[in-house]
């Protein structure tokens, strides 16, 4: 029996201390960088662990992080809190309910980038040497695994590009995320599936059938029986007024807990468990955003920096640093994801540019390839060497996913937006209070330029859009949209609303400044050219301080002209 002392105790608290500070304090240096903050999170456990500080000073490494198995099961447990509840974010950020509206086009785009990158991983991966195979020394089942890994993307890593590029809440940002989510949970459970068979060399062929069945029934009565469950609660508790987000996110943590034991039951990780289980409960309309934002801070600040720091304390990256196998994993993610997203792209009818910008939205493999290939190394299947070259392939791909993303979107050509925003539809003081009824007054405004369509009409469809997606920027921001297949031309009505209404963003802030974009089915970028026109005049500085003051509509229109030519001027010294 290990007794925990203060001996352990003080140490524990100088290897988390350490850790969180140099992880953190780096992770932000990156991210003013534009860089993923998991690159900084793991350099730190590199240099401590025996890679770097452990050749430069070992008995000062030994002393800091030893290798006292009381020692080491305390720091792991904090890590590993770190990932269980890393899944259960990352399935809070999944909606699935929106992807499967999307079905028709996700479903294709989603197929396509599951089953090409596993062909192409697939077929090289099995005449690898023999020394890249795990302990099992299985070839099938070592190729099986890298090929799955393969298929799985970043989908927070996305998320967040599509949201710096200002193309989160498009139509075409919608179309990705959700193919990504079907995709993330198609992976995961053909991964849990084949973990759980592998993981038990003697299992019969029913055991085998059990675990098959009893995964794919966990998942698919999570996702309809738990999502309606999980909202009766949560609508308890909102009813008895449990302290908010408080209540909410205890509700999330006990869901992830019983997840994460049901699927150990069942013999697969609980890893997969606690990503159901978020899924699961992020279908919930009662969970607010600011409880989704404040729950991603507290696990992204605290407890994941821990967990990817301490990969590094345990792997020796220099020592099994292969720049060859490195080179083969990345061209096998990248060149895999990208074509299958490529390919699904132009199934789906979406033109050359938006098929390539979905294309770069599917390389990054991020932090979800490096926790697979975690159990997938933990379970003897990859060797080291595979997995420190998944790791930097992960990070790698990550990195470049903005860069690319951004290189397209510059060759969108820039239109003059505000010829679709007469003066007529700007309304100055918006009478609504709700989000409903500030998208129908905005929709009666434009009644005249409407020919052929009828306001009511226009309305439900752009409230139909919101309830796939709440189209709510940051800062007070919203900008409501819907394509029409009547319209002739694109149309824009924009609305002050100076008591604020809420509109359901991540940073809590009500929607003052609402814009609402109608365009025509037939333009594929003119909705994305239209929201960064939107984005880029409001990001000049003092304009949307301005808007909230000014009285009427025509000085709110010269004050956004004024921001519209510094924006692209400072575009052109830039």
């Known amino acids: 029996m290990h007794l925990i002392t203060e001996n352990h105790l003080l140490l524990f608290f100088i290897q988390i201390g350490v850790l969180l500070a140099c992880a953190r304090g780096l992770g932000e240096l990156f991210r003013r960088w534009g860089q993923p903050s998991i690159t900084a999170e793991i350099l730190v456990g590199i240099f401590f662990g025996p890679s770097i500080f452990g050749r430069m000073a070992p008995d000062l490494q030994m002393r800091m992080f030893p290798d006292d198995p009381t020692q080491l099961k305390m720091l792991g447990t904090v890590a590993w809190l770190g990932i269980l509840l890393f899944l259960l974010k990352a399935g809070l950020e999944t909606n699935f309910a929106t992807a499967w509206r ?18 192409i991983a697939f077929i090289p991966c099995y005449f690898l040497p023999e020394a890249y195979i795990g302990e099992e020394g299985n070839r099938l089942v070592f190729s099986l695994f890298i090929a ?31 193919a990504l989510t079907i995709n993330d949970v198609a992976g995961w459970i053909v991964f849990a599936m084949i973990l759980g068979v592998v993981s038990d060399a003697g299992m019969t062929l029913v055991q085998m059938a059990f675990v098959l069945g009893a995964t794919l029934v966990y998942a698919t ?43 150990t039951w069942i013999g697969i990780h609980a890893l997969f468990g606690f990503f159901i289980a978020g899924i699961m409960a992020g279908e919930s309309p009662l969970l607010s955003e600011r409880a989704r934002h404040i729950f991603d801070q507290m696990v992204q600040a605290l407890l994941v920096p821990i967990f990817f720091a301490s990969i590094g304390l ?14 083969f994993i990345f061209v096998i993610g990248f060149a895999g994801r990208y074509i299958g997203a490529y390919v699904g ?20 493999g991020g932090e979800m390839q490096i926790i697979i290939g975690m159990l997938a190394l933990e379970y003897g299947v990859i060797s080291e060497r595979v997995y420190v070259a998944i790791i930097f392939g992960a990070i790698a791909t990550s990195v470049i996913a903005g860069p690319l993303m951004g290189r397209l979107l510059r060759k969108i050509e820039r239109v003059d937006w505000l010829a679709f925003l007469p003066v007529d539809q700007i309304i100055p003081q918006v009478k609504a209070t709700q989000r409903e009824g500030v998208i129908q007054e905005l929709c009666a405004a434009a009644e005249n330029i409407l020919v052929n369509l009828d306001p009511k009409t226009v309305s439900d469809a752009v409230q139909e859009r919101e309830r796939q997606m709440s189209t709510a920027l940051e800062d007070g921001i919203a900008v409501p949209h819907a394509r029409l297949e009547n319209l002739d031309r694109p149309v824009v009505v924009f609305g002050h609303c100076p008591g604020g209404v809420d509109w359901n963003s991540s940073d809590g802030k009500p929607a003052r400044l609402v814009f609402v974009i109608l365009t025509p089915t037939d333009d594929p970028n003119i909705q994305l050219q239209i929201l960064q026109g939107i984005t880029k ?36 010294s830039a």
């Open 148 to 178: 799955v890994i393969m298929t799985i993307s970043a989908l927070p890593v996305t998320a967040r590009v599509l949201q710096d590029l200002k193309i989160y809440r498009t139509d075409l940002g919608l179309l990705i995320m959700s």
């Open 221 to 263: 009565l999570s996702l309809t029986v738990g999502s309606h469950l999980f909202n009766r609660v949560l609508g308890i508790f909102k009813s008895r007024r449990v302290p908010e987000p408080a209540g909410s996110l205890t509700l999330v943590f006990v869901c992830g807990i019983i997840g994460g034991t049901i699927t």
């Open 345 to 364: 792209g132009r199934l789906i009818r979406q033109s050359s540019l938006h098929s390539r910008l979905i294309a770069d939205a599917h390389v990054p």
């Open 102 to 119: 999307q079905r028709n086009q996700a479903l294709t785009l989603s197929f396509s980038d599951l089953i090409i990158p596993m062909v």
């Open 537 to 572: 005049t409001l990001g000049t500085p003092g304009v949307p301080a301005e808007l909230m003051k000014a009285k009427r509509a025509s000085d709110m229109l010269e004050i956004l002209r004024k921001g519209q030519v510094q924006s692209v001027s400072s575009k052109k």
């Open 314 to 327: 345990h792997l020796d990256f220099l020592g099994n640093f292969d720049l060859p196998l490195i080179s």
